[in-house]
């Protein structure tokens, strides 16, 4: 078996996606791509929010269409998830290095 080296999904996150609370909702950055989601479309009260989204306690890998995928999803409270980053890989130079960046909401 051939081990390959993949860029860490944690690491690659904190890297392209920003995101931020305020009173209408939250806001996600990816790569300069603006998205928001209402507090009302998130269905969670705003004090049990956490400050970002955080990301690193779930990570799945998929291969579709020959391409190596990461799925991490994007956690506002303790229990509540509303959406997720994924991360689509190349192979350049003996290491999958991230390729495309994006977040979409559940």
Known sequence: MVKIPLADP???????????K???GVQVIVDGKEQHISTKQIGI???KWFDHLYFGN???F???DHMLISRLP???????????????YEFQENLFVPWKVEFNFY
């Open 74 to 88: 994007g956690q506002i409270s303790p229990g509540g998830f509303i959406g997720e980053a994924v991360i689509h």
């Open 22 to 24: 305020n009173e209408s």
């Open 58 to 60: 779930i990570i799945r």
């Open 45 to 47: 009260d705003q004090e």
């Open 10 to 20: 944690v690491t690659v996150v904190k890297q392209r996606v920003i995101s931020s």
């Open 62 to 64: 998929e291969i579709k």
